[in-house]
Each structure stands twice: as C-alpha cells, then as structure tokens.
C-alpha cells in the first residue's frame, strides 16, 4: 500500500540483478511510494540479469555503467537528472562482489588483483559515487544516500573473506563522506547491515545456506527479508529520517545484539 512517502521525489537505484536482489524490491516500493527513478547496473548485468524487464514494469530508464568508473558514473548522474528533470533526492548503493569468493581462494591464500578488485567495486564505488555526485551538485538538499552492508564488517564470519573488509571500508566512507556531504550540502549519507539473505551474490558465499539458518535461530524476530530491507530504505530515504546521518544501521531481526538464543541451545542439545 502506498503511503506517498517519495511522493515528487527522484532517486537512483544502483545493483537491481533480478527479483531476488533487494535492489530490485526498493525500486519497486520507491516507484510505489511516488517516486521517480532510473536505475544502474553493470553492462554486463543489463545483459545477463533482468534489469530492462525491471524497467519496463516500471516505466523507467536503465543507464548502464560500471560503478568503479568516475567517467560512468558522471553519465548516471547527469543523465538521471536530465530524464527525471531534476536533482536526486536518493541513492541506493547495492553493488559487491568479490573474484576470491568466486574462485574459492581462502582468506589466507587471496589473490591480491582479486582483492584490489573486491574493495573497487565494492566500497571504492561508494566514495567514488558520493564524489562524482557531489562535484556535478547532483543531490538536492536533504537527499539520502544508502549503502548495504554486513555486520561481518565489526565480527568475522568463515567464508566471508575479503567481503568482510570491503564492507568495513564501505562503512568508514559512509561515515567519513557523511560527514563532508552533511557539512557542505545537508545531503545524509548512512549504511544499512541486512541479515544474511538469499539473494544472487548472496547465494555465492560458502557456507551461506548455514549461516543463514544459524542467523534465523539467533535473531529474536528471525531473518529480515529483502523485502522488509526495501521498506527500511524507504523510509530512509523519505523525510521521516531527514536528520538521521553518518549511522550503521542494523536491519537483522536483533542478530546482532545476541551472544546465544534458547533456539541455538536446543539445536545444539538435539545433535549431541
């Protein structure tokens, strides 16, 4: 149901794969709750996902681009602004990916191109977006800008790897740029930690089937769905937020302010 929450709002929405990416679920609640929006991916996600199926349902533009290029992203920028007739008021940051992850390399054996590549396309791109949008004046004031996190960022998790440290660094920007974009142009910038989900790039981390029925025992309220992550950036996106800025935001259910559940005790007493 909408609520127009976005209502006049324009928005960008970075890393829409296919249905099961929580990208594609908050441009479909932005679009629901009033919003105007083009979306982004890789050239080659555009080709091999559903991103232009995305599009269409929602009467919107793809503008492909790599998100590591500062000379791509000066076209998402200029170009979203010219199609939605205006400046930004959002933008969602949902892009990661690790080739040591891919390619099975353990934490103590990383291929360093690998790894220089993991922190690039994954956290790099964050401040590399801020900046270039923050150069061309593409964010209103008051505008919003979230990135997607893990809480494997503050504790470690087997089979993470360099994902762990890519999302540290993603934090640090947020807070660091934050800071700048909230100083010179009011503009808020904050990171959300999501529960393990079971989206594409999910999917590829070993050991996520486990740790995702690990994290349901764990959390009070369970798993947030990629759903329920779309409603909690829209509403960090909207105005109801608008003096909320610099924070890492947990979206997990309560995993993260656990130490052992009754559920994990009685899992562990049945194995015995």
Known sequence: MS????KGKRGIVFG???DKSIAWKVA?????????????NTPMAVRMGETNALSEKLNTKVIAADATSVEDLEQVFTQSMEILGGKIDFVLHSIGMSPNVRKGKPYDGLDYGFYDKTLDVSALSFHKMMQVAKKLDAIAEGGS?????????????????DMAD??????????????????DKKVRVNTISQSPTLTTAGQGIGGMDAFFDFAEKMSPLGNASAESCADYCIVMFSDLTRMVTMQNLFHDGGFSNMGLTQAVVEDYIQKK
Do not use: C, D
């Open 3 to 6: 609520n127009n929450l976005l």
């Open 16 to 18: 829409a794969l296919n």
């Open 166 to 183: 890519a999302k540290a660094l993603l934090e640090s920007i947020g807070r660091s740029f934050g800071y700048v974009y909230g100083r």
């Open 145 to 161: 800008i979230l990135a997607l996190t893990h809480i494997a960022a503050q504790r470690t998790f087997t089979g993470y790897n």
């Open 28 to 40: 479909e609640k932005a679009v629901e709750q009033g919003a105007i929006i083009t979306l982004s």
